[in-house]
């Protein structure tokens, strides 16, 4: 399932990396791989692989991983896509910075978006 976390901003798991239907029902222009395996298909999206091997990865580039889809989000569609959790937390971290929101209550809000989303990340160590 593609789920719009805000406005622009998706995320779906690594089944969806290849549904050319999907990706163009919800007028994705950039796909962001937070994965090092997931292979890319080939089609005329824009492509990103942010690779993570870890929830380390992202606390060592958070700030840079942020910044990039600050960028882009106001001016595309964005995806993000992981064979982990890892393109849900970039998604609280977002909310959490951007949308000036507690860590406290993220898991809730996220929760309260798609009841099927379920976090395993302790957000007050960032």
Do not use: W
Not at 22 to 44: A, E, R
Not at 58 to 69: Q, T, V, W, Y
């Amino acid at each position: 399932m593609i789920t719009e976390i805000i406005s622009g901003i998706y995320i779906g798991d690594a089944n969806y990396i290849n549904d050319l239907n999907l990706l163009k029902i919800y007028d994705i222009n950039l796909l962001i791989n937070c994965s090092t395996k997931l292979p890319f298909i080939k089609n005329d999206i824009n492509k990103v692989r942010i690779p993570l091997n870890c929830n380390d990865d992202i606390i060592k580039n958070k700030e840079k991983i942020l910044s990039f889809l600050k960028d882009n989000f106001l001016k595309k569609n964005v995806l993000l896509i992981s064979d982990c959790d890892y393109h849900i937390i970039i998604c609280c971290l977002f909310i959490i910075k951007y949308g000036n929101i507690s860590h406290i209550n993220i898991k809730e809000i996220i929760k309260n978006i798609n009841k099927d989303l379920s976090i395993d990340f302790d957000f007050s160590i960032i």
